[in-house]
């Protein structure tokens, strides 16, 4: 599975912003897809994920009730919808896969995805 992060930008506190991750490849479709961030000298910290159907989803306690994450897959796209932005929230954001399509309540750390993106930056000014 290739994935491709796009999407990120400047936006201003409390707006909203949608990074987009395009999966190819036969397996993704299939695949829990899951995004996570990173900041400078911090780890790598699992944001939302989920299920192939798109039936099943998990957020962080950060993104609860301000994230929405979704999946087309006739596009072979996952979308993390991200609204009422915080400085705190400026990020990369990487999307992972993880093919053997676990439950997102389950597979929420870096080592349960197999395949990654190269990560889209994200920065909320105050």
């Known amino acids: 599975v290739q994935l491709q992060a796009s999407g990120g930008g400047l936006v201003q506190a409390g707006g909203s912003l949608r990074v987009s991750c395009a999966g190819s490849g036969r397996t993704f479709s299939h695949s829990t897809v899951g995004w996570f961030r990173q900041t400078p000298g911090k780890e790598r910290d699992f944001v939302a994920a989920?299920?192939?159907?798109?039936?099943?989803?998990n957020y962080a306690d950060s993104a609860k009730g301000r994230f929405s994450i979704s999946r087309d897959n006739a596009k072979n796209t996952v979308y993390l919808q991200m609204n009422s932005l915080k400085p705190e929230d400026t990020a990369v954001y990487y999307c992972a896969a993880d093919r053997r399509g676990r439950d997102p309540r389950l597979a929420k750390y870096v080592s349960d995805f197999g395949s990654w993106g190269q990560g889209t930056l994200v920065t909320v000014s105050s």
């Open positions: 989920i299920n192939w159907r798109g039936g099943s989803t």
